[in-house]
């Protein structure tokens, strides 16, 4: 599946940069990578090239506030599709359009984007959104250190210092329901939930951006993208991807977890000569099946109950030797009885080289209580 990636604002395009930085060797799932923002200096951060970043609009911020930055974003919609032209849009399967919520400068220029990318391709367009942490918004909740302005949340935090956001809440609940109907399926990251006992903002970002796109890279990297390595038993392609996250806004969540795996013996022990281990079956088995559970129950993009989910879709990967088919069939068992739904899918990716397995789960149609407690403190807020 051949992916084309679109940050928007300061949080969508340091997303956009660990995206591409997260590709596999070997395994290219990436047509284009793309950073557009109204501040030259976020965009000079990047480590994409010229010709792939683009500063529109005329200033570096929307002080005015959300509905300005909507304007905005409509006056400049087709001006960023020409912009994408300088790549290869038309190879790509699919759209993923990366923004931070709660600022104004992506969730003002997001929706409009994406009603263009539909209006003109025929392809999927999912939107990777962060959602603002509490004390973004919430003077309660801690003097908020490091925290950027515009759209740069903990995914996407300035060198710089800036105030709290009070309308952050309300502003990701506003771009969210703007959204609903035009992009095909939005994959939320909470930044609350991934922040560590006393972490600041501005010190999760990187740490965020390598965890999201990890799991990015784990679904959309499928191995039917190589023609020289070896063959998945089950490809997943870009059909299958919509078929279960819909084209109908669903909100989407990802789970991932690893397990690192010996696969090489040395002889005598001595680090000398070495060999591709055999590996026994019940050792493929112990390690498909804990990395399958953990990316099912554990920490979720967007927290929620598995069980509220619609559809789901597992992909584990890892070195050749080490994917047991038997296994893997149960692991789509496991995601089918935890989700009460028959609307799974599952495939494999081989990575001949790699010393992890992995599993990367999509929960599509999920119902999660961390949007209800953004809409209430947007209530509150106004």
Known sequence: MQLEVIGVGGAGCRIADAIRAAEPAGHSF?????????????????????????????????????????????????????????GSPAEADAFLVA??????????????????????????????????ADREFDADAGEPSGLGGGSRTASATSEENTPPRPNAATNAIETLERLEGLASAIVPFDNEAWL?????????????????ATRVAAVFADSGSESDGPVAQTVIDASDVERIVGNESAIVTLGYAEQTVETKRSKFGLG???????????????????VVRK?????????CE??????????????????????????????????????????????????TVFAGVVLAGVVSARLEELRAAGDRAE
């Open 30 to 86: 990436l047509t284009d990578v793309f950073a557009f923002d109204t501040d030259d200096a976020a965009l000079n951060r990047t480590v994409l090239p010229e010709s792939h970043r683009y500063r529109y609009g005329a200033g570096s911020a929307f002080d005015s506030g959300l509905e300005a930055a909507i304007e905005t974003g409509q006056e400049h919609a087709e001006e960023l599709l020409e912009v994408l032209e300088r």
């Open 99 to 132: 923004v931070g919520l709660g600022g104004t400068t992506g969730g003002g220029t997001v929706p409009a984007l994406v009603a263009a990318l539909q209006r003109l391709y025929d392809e999927s367009v999912y939107v990777l959104a962060t959602l603002p």
């Open 306 to 355: 598995p069980e509220t989910a619609e559809r789901g879709l597992l992909i584990v990967g890892g070195p050749t030797a080490w994917l047991n088919r038997q296994a893997i069939a149960e692991g789509r068992r496991t995601l089918e009885s935890a989700i009460g739904g028959s609307g799974i899918l599952g495939g494999d990716a081989p990575r001949p080289d790699g010393e």
């Open 295 to 303: 990316g099912i129950r554990g920490k979720l993009t967007l927290e």
């Open 272 to 290: 000398l000569l070495p060999t591709e281990r055999e590996v026994e079956t019940r050792e493929a088995v112990s390690a498909v099946e804990t």
């Open 196 to 212: 560590r006992p006393g972490e600041e903002l501005a010190d999760a970002r990187d740490r965020s951006n390598r965890e999201l």
